[in-house]
């Protein structure tokens, strides 16, 4: 499976930042088949996959990832479990009006001091069924312009980190953002 440079970028940057925090335990939330989970496993991470499908579940299970199904919103894990969660390309499916409580669940599972990276499409302010989605049938995507998604983040956590990839004329960019619980 081929995942793009920047994406390589980008998490290896989280990586180096959870060295950094001495980070032993990692949720990753919409882990899908679990290839960013098992990278982060092979670099000595306690990893815990979760995703809404399970099919995607059995899909980590079966590269031997620990995963569990589970929502954004009810994550069911205790207070303070893990030292970090990774979230790529899966928060940019949750309606606007619910992103609030979906932060604030992360942020309840996360330690103190915990980090949070959320990658996302966005740059522009838009939601609904986007029609440029190469999957069929087209999903739902809400997108915030950079000013909105750090005001929405900002409500629940410390921003530590921010950037953004362009993707080329008339899409949407790339927003990497590493968060950290007060």
């Avoid at 925090?21 to 989970?37: C, F, H, Q, V």
């Avoid at 986007?130 to 983040?153: C, H, I, Q, T």
Wanted: with cysteine.
């Amino acid at each position: 499976m081929h995942i793009e440079d920047w994406k390589v970028r980008e998490r290896g940057h989280f990586l180096r930042m959870l060295r950094g925090s001495d980070a032993a335990t990692l949720l990753e939330i919409g882990s899908g088949p679990g290839r960013d989970a098992f990278f982060f496993g092979q670099e000595g991470l306690d990893v815990t996959c979760t995703d809404q499908s399970p099919e995607m579940v059995k899909l980590c299970r079966e590269k031997g990832l620990r995963a569990e199904v589970r929502s954004f919103d009810a994550l069911g894990f205790a207070d303070g479990s893990f030292d970090a969660v990774f979230g790529l390309n899966c928060l940019l499916h949750v309606p606007k009006a619910e992103l609030a409580s979906v932060l604030q669940e992360i942020r309840r599972v996360l330690k103190p001091g915990g980090l949070f990276y959320m990658g996302v499409y966005g740059g522009q302010d838009s939601e609904g069924i986007w029609e440029m989605d190469k999957y069929e049938p087209k999903r739902f995507f809400a997108m915030y312009s950079d000013g909105n998604l750090l005001k929405a983040v900002g409500a629940a956590f410390k921003v530590v980190y921010f950037d953004t990839v362009p993707l080329g004329e008339d899409r949407p960019h790339f927003q990497s953002l590493v968060l950290k619980k007060g």
